[in-house]
């Protein structure tokens, strides 16, 4: 008999993913959204000592510069902040917005508890907040005989007055962030919904995210089955494989674990990794699109 036993990290999401089928995201308030141009390609997954990034999807490339003596943004934290940001941007029509009167309070709007130290949770967000707010992103789109290119800050201005020793005192100025005119408007022209549970349930891993978010979009748009390479995922998702054997063998791996997580909080989802890539069949979209 064939031992079904789930691995342990994807058994724990059991639970959330039931709470997630039982009401609906609308319902139960937990619609959030991401920036598309962040979603077809994506932010590294561990940290780069270059400032420079580069990811492809197809015809799509999206390049982020960093400031040297600060560094790329990574990991999971960016991803929360990219998330937060645009669903608040979306909520309230604005380019300036409110982080919260106490870190304590905005890291409850991530579902970060916050700890001390240095390598808490405190320390992490602080760092990546200044990698994330002064990057520069550049979106490239190329096609047989057309070429575009946009670059994008996503955060203009950052005022942070939070005082990490004492995260539950408020400041007495407002905690602000202003984003760049060319984000805003690609976030409120272009957003991707996207369920905040199960952004919360898959926090712990980077390219979990990444594929959520990715095939929550990406579904949208199947109306027949297809396959993607793996060669063409490693160049989206890849960034932290080498282009060797080994490499590759490693990559696939961690696609495939990561579809499983995400195929827990989004059973639905019709993707069936194999031999040659993952074939996508038309399937139930994650978040139902506004009438």
Known sequence: MTD???PASIDALISEALAIEAVQAKDAGAIGYMARALVQATLPHKKHSEPFFKRKNGNYTLSIIADPDIGLPYGVIPRLLLAWITTEVVRTKQREIELGDSLSEFMRE??????????????????????????????THEGKDSWATKTI??????????????PNQASLWKSTIKLGEGFYNEVISNPVPIDLRALKALKKSPMALDVYMWLTYRMYSVKKPFVITWDSLQLQFGADFADTAQGKQGFKRGFATALKKVQVVYPDANVIPDKNGILISPSKVHIARKK
């Open 4 to 6: 079904t036993k789930l």
């Open 110 to 139: 991530l579902d970060l508890v916050p700890t001390g130290g240095r390598w808490g949770s405190i320390t992490r967000l602080k760092d990546q907040m200044k990698r994330l707010f002064s990057a520069t992103v550049t979106a």
């Open 153 to 166: 800050t996503p955060v203009e201005e950052a005022q942070l007055w939070w005082t990490p020793k004492q």
